[in-house]
């Protein structure tokens, strides 16, 4: 089976950088399209970004724009999220999921996943 494991969560500053890393392993990671996903405390879990499964195509949520980089490492089985200028509103649940749908119009949506990983926290000090 898919299985999705997150990493590179912790405890920053304002400011500061994190780089999250989900690796992926028992399916196809070439041929999936990748998103990030975050959840807060009594909040509903939001889109991040999204990265096509050649890495082509990039999505961002309107409030990480400018600040986090999505990427991947299809030799690897790995994506990423890497976030600078953190805030204390990123501070969050951040989850890894995959797509392994033929078509996909959207992959900004919860919906649009097939896998997900357990998650990691990251947290940001103001």
């Known amino acids: 089976q898919v299985q999705l494991v997150e990493s590179g969560g912790g405890l920053v500053q304002a400011g500061d950088s994190l780089r999250l890393s989900c690796a992926v392993s028992?399916?196809?990671?070439?041929?999936?399209?990748m998103g990030w996903f975050r959840q807060a405390p009594g909040k509903e879990r939001e889109f991040v970004s999204a990265?096509?499964?050649?890495?082509?195509?990039?999505y961002y949520a309107d409030s990480v724009k400018g600040r986090f980089t999505i990427s991947r490492d299809n030799a690897k089985n790995t994506v990423f999220l890497q976030m600078n200028s953190l805030e204390p509103e990123d501070t969050a649940f951040y989850y890894c999921?995959?797509?392994?749908?033929?078509?996909?119009?959207?992959?900004?949506?919860?919906?649009?996943?097939?896998?997900w990983g357990q998650g990691t926290q990251v947290t940001v000090s103001s």
């Open positions: 028992g399916g196809t990671f070439s041929r999936y399209n």
């Open positions: 999921a995959a797509n392994s749908r033929t078509v996909s119009l959207t992959l900004t949506r919860a919906r649009d996943y097939d896998y």
């Open positions: 990265i096509s499964w050649s890495g082509g195509r990039t």
